[in-house]
């Protein structure tokens, strides 16, 4: 079996794109990482889905990205509520939850154990559709990255493959992303997508990711497992 | 005063970095990794040097590249001595102190800070004249880093600015960097480029980054001031 090295968050996209890999006929090198997230939801989740998957190989890769500041994830800062989706007109301000260069680590991290494990492929569970407008998501930032993962590594210098990004997600709409998961038989209850979850991990169902979140299984027409705080 | 972001790990090359940086009129903003290197010396020269130029902003992020393997700089591989330096041809093998994606994982948490403090420039001491021959020290790879950094942050969506990855050491031997540096002030008894040093910290003589250095000094016509093991 190919090795591949897949991103996971415990979210809606990191999840169906474990199940994507895994139907491709990978073996699953998940990552996972605490990078100073203000709650601890996101890498249980992760935890409860690498569990459900049988994952052999995986790694929650410790960084503090919280030390540079600069994220209402990760710092002091208020999480918006109910403030809109879709994609990023050009002129339009980045949220404050977006975190600096989060996606470049990741994958950089990623990249290097694909080079240790000898895997070509990285999965990532990026999306342009019904995305909270993070410059990090788009088709361009992903294809610039694969060109410069093939020449940071030995794979540009010895010629013996390609590091290829996945990113089976990236123009689908988060219906369809559900949709694909429900095919594959994945469980979106074990997922948590929430930005401002309370203490005991309920979604606030108010912030971006989780307003993307319930119009997504609306749209596929599937129920939303999710807890929210407001059905309490 | 623009503010810069300056990798350091206490060596040559990035403290002419620092050195250059200064001259040029940026206000450094130090970054160094504790990323699972087998001694901590090269640490303790950073932070030697941070003190010596005065530095207000300095970083050391901890991240353990070492859980991934895959390198004699990390793991309990052994560090070859007098194995030889200089560009890498096209089927050479890189070497085994090559960490995989090191300098990818450095420039991303560099490029994360640059956009949390607003600094546009990342100056890292690459080299690929008198270097080890690993792919992420070459001037397209670099390129390629330079062009995905705007693509993943602000910078690319707001058109506010460009990020630069400044690399002012890329096409100078090993000599030119140690006459730059003194000419600068540069004290390089505070720096440290063993990879295999005695547990007091003294530099073997004879592994790839002392070879390179000490024949550095010796080209330069400037006195080097490394103790080596085998001077005691």
């Not at 690498?50 to 995986?58: D, L, P, S």
């Not at 990623?110 to 019904?130: K, M, R, T």
Request: hydrophobic residues 40%; neutral net charge.
């Amino acid at each position: 079996m190919k090795k591949a090295v897949v991103l996971s968050s415990g979210g809606i996209d990191s999840t169906t794109v474990l199940a994507i890999a895994k139907e491709a006929g990978f073996d699953p090198y998940i990552l996972s990482f605490s990078y100073g997230q203000r709650h601890s939801h996101e890498l249980k989740a992760a935890a409860r889905v690498a569990a459900f998957f049988k994952i052999k190989n995986r790694l929650v890769m410790d960084i503090d990205l919280a030390r540079f500041g600069g994220s209402a994830l990760t710092d002091n800062i208020a999480v918006p509520k109910t403030m809109g989706e879709g994609p990023l007109p050009a002129t339009q301000q980045i949220p404050v939850t977006y975190v600096p260069a989060r996606n470049t680590v990741f994958l950089s991290f990623a990249l290097a154990w694909a080079e240790v494990i000898g895997a070509w492929d990285i999965f990532i569970g990026v999306n342009a559709v019904d995305y909270s407008g993070y410059p990090d998501c788009r088709p361009e930032f992903i294809s610039a990255f694969e060109t410069m993962a093939n020449l940071a590594t030995k794979a540009g210098v010895e010629g013996h493959g390609k590091i290829r990004i996945q990113t089976p997600l990236i123009h689908l709409t988060k219906a369809d992303i559900i949709r694909r998961g429900v095919s594959l038989g994945v469980d979106y209850s074990l997922t948590h997508s929430c930005y401002d979850p309370s203490q005991q991990g309920l979604a606030c169902g108010r912030c971006d990711s989780c307003i993307i979140r319930r119009k997504g299984f609306e749209a596929a027409g599937v129920q939303d497992p999710t807890v929210y705080v407001s059905d309490k």
